[in-house]
């Protein structure tokens, strides 16, 4: 899918972990330089202003506002610059996540695997197994007026369904985005690799927006408490209206 400025995203879904690091300075200039191809010509490395071009770009990531918007902002009166500083950023960040290992990490690997369960079999022998948990959530995004219906979801809101996966801790281990709004979230899950690549005998926990299969537990539909389960110690009545 081709998204507004050029900038490409992917229609396979991708395998994100988080980033412990940043780049600096120097490292963005020599991303920026082996890895713009883009349509705009390149303004010199020796002018290039590095904090204007990541303002803009995570700016423009985080509220999907328009060029025209961010000449005011920026008083940056060069449409086409700002653009191509977009993709410049865009594909320094891609490159700078390549050459470090980000894509492509393996997600269950063995150590990972068994801090994990023991984690879970802590809390409760049961989820001894347990790797972790996934939900999904939407992102507001801005599209072209003929992709509007597409990415409509429920709440009448423009969005893109992303699908992210925890650990014991809580921590992102996988992010599948890109998804339209107005799917659901078996339909984003069965759209990716994951559960084939759960190793056999784990699992992972899911709420009863997905179906239960042998990698995935989800509890029983329209089951909000288990209250003589988990009210040992309490008069077994829940705390809220809710």
Request: aromatic share 10%; charged share 20%; with cysteine.
């Amino acid at each position: 899918m081709e998204g507004r400025y050029g900038v490409v995203q992917q229609s396979q879904q991708k395998f994100i972990r988080p980033v412990h690091g940043y780049m600096d300075i120097p490292t963005f200039k020599k991303s920026s330089r082996t890895g713009a191809t883009g349509s705009f010509e390149a303004p010199h490395a020796a002018t290039l202003d590095v904090r204007l071009v990541m303002l803009v770009t995570l700016q423009w990531l985080a509220s999907g506002v328009s060029v025209r918007s961010q000449e005011q902002l920026f008083q940056y009166h060069n449409h086409v610059t700002l653009a191509y500083y977009r993709q410049l950023d865009v594909r320094a960040i891609i490159k700078g996540l390549v050459d470090s290992g980000f894509y492509g990490s393996d997600r269950h690997e063995p150590d990972r695997v068994r801090s994990s369960c023991e984690a879970f079999r802590q809390e409760h022998q049961t989820f001894n197994k347990c790797l972790g948990a996934l939900d999904g959530t939407h992102i507001s995004i801005v599209v072209s007026a003929e992709m509007q219906d597409r990415f409509q979801n429920r709440k009448d809101q423009t969005s893109t369904h992303v699908l992210g996966v925890v650990d014991e801790l809580g921590r992102l281990m996988a992010v599948f985005a890109g998804g339209e709004g107005c799917s659901s979230n078996s339909f984003i899950y069965s759209q990716t690799e994951f559960e084939g690549s759960v190793p056999s005998g784990y699992f992972y926990l899911g709420d009863p927006g997905y179906r239960l299969s042998k990698v995935l537990l989800t509890p029983y539909r329209s089951q909000r408490y288990h209250l003589r389960e988990w009210a040992a110690n309490t008069d077994g009545r829940p705390k809220t209206t809710k």
